[in-house]
C-alpha cells in the first residue's frame, strides 16, 4: 500500500467554472447530467475532492496542483467511483460522500 488520502470541500465556497479547468472532458460530462443546480456543485464537489484525495494518497504533492488534470475520476453503473491516471485505471479504492454543505472523499492505494 502506498498511501491514504482524504479531502472535505466546502459546497459553497465551490467555484464550478474555475474547477472545471483541471476536470477531464468525461468528468465534465459527468457533471452536466446534472440539472439540478444545487447538485450539481455537489457533484462538482465531490469529484474535487476525489482528485484531492488520490493527490495525496498516490504522493504526488511534489508534482503541484496541475496534475489533478491527470486525475480522472470515474463511475461504475452502480455509482461506484474508480480512478484513471494519466490514462491507465489506479487499483485503489475511492469513496466520495457529500451533503448539502461539505464534500468528502477518501482513496486508499
Request: with cysteine; charged share 30%; net charge negative.
Amino acid at each position: 500500500m502506498k498511501g491514504i488520502g482524504i479531502d472535505i470541500v466546502e459546497i459553497e465556497d465551490i467555484d464550478a467554472d474555475k474547477l472545471y479547468k483541471v476536470f477531464t472532458e468525461s468528468e465534465k460530462n459527468y457533471v452536466d447530467k446534472s440539472t439540478n443546480k444545487e447538485r450539481r456543485r455537489e457533484v462538482v464537489a465531490g469529484i474535487y475532492a476525489g482528485k484531492e484525495a488520490v493527490f495525496k494518497a498516490m504522493g504526488l504533492n511534489n508534482l503541484g496542483l496541475q496534475v489533478l488534470k491527470s486525475i480522472e475520476i470515474n463511475h461504475r453503473e452502480n455509482g461506484q467511483p474508480f480512478v484513471y491516471y494519466q490514462g491507465i485505471e489506479q487499483d485503489m479504492l475511492l469513496s466520495i460522500s457529500h451533503t448539502k454543505h461539505t464534500a468528502v472523499a477518501v482513496a486508499v492505494c
